[in-house]
């Protein structure tokens, strides 16, 4: 009866144990709490048609080792009240990681500033030099856009082993904020088009290139958009309010990578030109040209905008999320063999409500695929298509696309069937190793239960499992 008890309890608890290991070792949750925190961007000032197109260094943002898990933002007025997008239009915000040498005051004196002092620290896009280097951005979609990053993974800023020697890590700001009241072509405003700018040279002085009919060159900072005569609206504060969730670091959190691709990418690195050029690289934005009546009757009046990309590394991908402008039809992003990696469509308002306007694009669907359901290989040649309703014809619209990559899974068994070096001539594999341990500790447990079972007879007590 002893000899089968003794079993039993050696059983139950290599039971237990197993039990425990596998639970946590599969758990998907971060354990530490979710921390949030509101955020101001300087006051900027727009009347009727006029433009804010600026950038902010120093920002409020979490500091020290940290996971970012979502970031919301909007534009707001100085009572804390939502601005609609038909009042101010927000073309895009973006925030960028940066270092700063250590000791250094802020400047904004652009002709003291000195790019030594100085280094973006951009994400993990493929496109040329610092162009589309963000590491958080949307535009007019931000309101009904989902951020979060999902458990156990994290965006990862504030690690000291990152921080060149003599820096410290800081954030910068982006806000593009067009007034369109009282506009005498709302939409011509939104869209840059440098004739009701009237613009004939860009935010350096130099004459626009030939052809050149819209975008951000012509909607720079302090220009100003054509509005109706005798329209009487009156300047106002704005901010940029954001709201970031974060978690402390930890062991049990996957680091993922941020990728922003873009479908006017031309693949061509000039010369090592990290900078914009009509045949280099990224070049952010297009014009879409109206259809013809053919067009109309065999595609429904769609334009298609597709370019190849090569991935620089291998990983999951656990997020993903377009960028359109107005007449944006949806993105996808394909993989080598044709599947679909991500596809990503605009969620247009209906009413006037601010989160719901009609004719503005309030929200991108998102991709959230199973953990190790989606993997791109490095070298792989990926395929990204954008489309946009072309009934009219649309000046400087974006077909950007994100996706985070983490390089693990959750998965328990990345753990377990990890090799283990004991020796350099000796490799285990880690289910050996597991079981070895599990064994040994379970055999230490029932003996310790055994040794005082035998203890409890001799001093006359009546073991509970007999």
Not at 415 to 425: E, G, M, R, V
């Amino acid at each position: 009866m002893a000899h089968r008890s003794q079993g039993g309890l050696l059983s139950f608890a290599m039971l237990i144990l197993a039990f425990d290991v596998s639970g946590t070792l599969a758990s998907p949750k971060i354990g530490n709490q979710v921390k949030s925190a509101t955020f101001l961007s300087p006051e900027f000032v727009l009347g009727p048609g006029s433009v804010e197109n600026r950038y902010y260094s120093n920002i409020d943002f979490p500091r020290g080792h940290v996971g970012i898990k979502s970031f919301h933002a909007e534009v707001i007025d100085d009572s804390g009240n939502p601005i609609a997008l038909h009042e101010t239009y927000l073309h895009h915000w973006v925030v960028a990681k940066y270092y700063q040498r250590r000791g250094m005051a802020e400047n904004d004196d652009k002709h003291k500033f000195q790019l030594s002092d100085y280094k973006l620290a951009r994400n993990g896009g493929i496109c040329q030099g610092n162009v589309l280097g963000q590491h958080f951005g949307l535009g007019s979609e931000t309101r009904k856009t989902d951020t979060h990053v999902p458990d156990p993974y994290a965006i990862e800023i504030g690690n000291p082993d990152e921080v060149p020697e003599g820096f410290e890590e800081k954030w910068l700001l982006n806000v593009h904020a067009i007034d369109t009241r009282g506009a005498v072509d709302r939409l011509g405003c939104t869209e840059c088009r440098c004739d009701i700018y009237n613009i004939t040279v860009d935010e350096y002085g130099q004459p626009l290139r030939p052809g050149y009919v819209g975008g951000l060159r012509c909607c720079y900072d302090q220009t100003q958009c054509e509005v109706q005569q005798g329209y009487g609206g009156a300047r106002r504060s704005l901010y940029l309010r954001y709201t970031v969730e974060w978690v402390d670091w930890d062991c049990s959190i996957i680091p993922v990578k941020i990728f922003i691709f873009d479908v006017t990418d031309t693949g061509k690195r000039l010369n090592g030109s990290t900078g914009y050029g009509p045949e280099n690289g990224c070049q952010v934005e297009y014009n879409v040209e109206s259809c013809s009546s053919a067009n109309a009757a065999s595609d429904g009046c769609i334009d298609v905008k597709r370019t190849s990309l090569t991935m620089p590394v291998s990983g999951y991908v656990i997020y993903g999320v377009a960028h359109q402008h107005t007449g944006g039809a949806g993105s996808t992003l394909y993989g080598e063999d044709g599947r679909v990696i991500c596809s990503s469509d605009p969620i247009y308002g209906t009413g006037k409500d601010v989160g719901d306007e009609a004719g503005y694009i309030v929200g991108m669907s998102t991709c959230y695929p199973e953990p190790g359901s989606v993997q791109i290989t490095s070298g792989e040649n990926l395929l990204l298509e954008s489309n946009y309703n072309s009934t009219q014809k649309h000046t400087g619209v974006m077909g950007l696309f994100y996706i985070l990559v983490a390089d693990r899974t959750p998965n328990s068994t990345n753990f377990l069937y990890s090799p283990i070096h004991i020796h350099k001539n000796i490799k285990v594999s880690t289910p050996a190793v597991a079981i070895v341990a599990l064994f040994g500790l379970a055999m230490a447990i029932a003996v310790g239960v055994i040794s005082r079972m035998k203890k409890g007879r001799e001093e006359g007590y009546q073991p509970i499992m007999a």
